[in-house]
């Protein structure tokens, strides 16, 4: 705290009484001065302190993404892959993309929950096609990366742990049920996102919306095959 300097001026004025006049023969006798004016000082009042402004704040340190953009028949969706936090699965997703073994394949399913499907997912990719596929990639888990499948999440599609190839998921409105759960019994594993839709999530959420056939799918995913599938044309790295 910076205090200005106190200035302090005593001014002393003495005043002396004119001598009394004097008859003589008597002896001269000095004039009692009258009494001294006590000093005073006059103190400056110190100025308020200037208000102190704290630094600013250092900016977040956002972990490091990689953009690919991903056109299909039905409009372009930009997705950021996670290769800080989710490095091998972001890393086995780009692989595909720049080998182009996604060029040529679909968007194959969409399930919608909740009212008017405000909870669900998209799913496409190769389709488990032996002939697009790479070796499997290990599996990352939610607990490990600290991502988690809320609106807009990419996902890897597997059986068990460390058996995802090339099939993808997005999900639509929060799904962290999909999150791995280590105190569940038997596979609490989850899903392994590895990135986030950044521009077109409207269009994830109309492919969702499309017909699908009662018939075609096995399983969980029986009735939630589209009827006619979006046509993946390409998936590039981003500017």
């Not at 704290?54 to 956002?62: D, E, L, N």
Request: glycine share 10%.
């Amino acid at each position: 705290m910076r205090w200005l300097g106190m200035a302090a001026g005593l001014a002393l004025l003495w005043v002396a009484a004119p001598l009394a006049a004097q008859t003589p023969p008597a002896a001269a006798v000095a004039a009692t001065p009258a009494a001294a004016t006590p000093p005073t000082a006059d103190v400056a009042t110190p100025a308020a302190p200037a208000a102190v402004t704290a630094p600013p704040a250092p900016p977040v340190r956002k972990p490091a993404t990689t953009n690919v953009v991903m056109t299909t028949s039905a409009g372009t969706i930009i997705i950021a892959l996670e290769t800080e936090r989710a490095p091998a699965t972001a890393a086995n997703f780009l692989r595909y993309v720049d080998q182009k073994r996604y060029d040529g394949t679909t968007i194959y399913r969409a399930m919608k929950l909740g009212k008017d499907g405000q909870y669900g997912l998209i799913q496409g990719g190769i389709s488990g096609n032996p002939k697009r596929a790479l070796a499997p990639v290990a599996h990352e888990t939610t607990a490990k990366t600290g991502l988690t499948h809320d609106d807009g999440a990419i996902s890897m599609a597997r059986s068990t742990p460390g058996s995802a190839t090339g099939d993808f998921f997005i999900t639509i409105g929060p799904m962290t049920g999909l999150d791995a759960d280590p105190a569940a019994k038997g596979d609490n594993a989850g899903f392994a996102v590895f990135g986030r839709v950044v521009d077109g999530m409207d269009l994830v959420k109309k492919i969702q919306h499309l017909p699908t056939s009662p018939t075609l799918g096995a399983g969980v995913m029986k009735g939630q095959m589209l009827a006619d599938p979006v046509k993946i044309l390409t998936v590039r790295r981003g500017k």
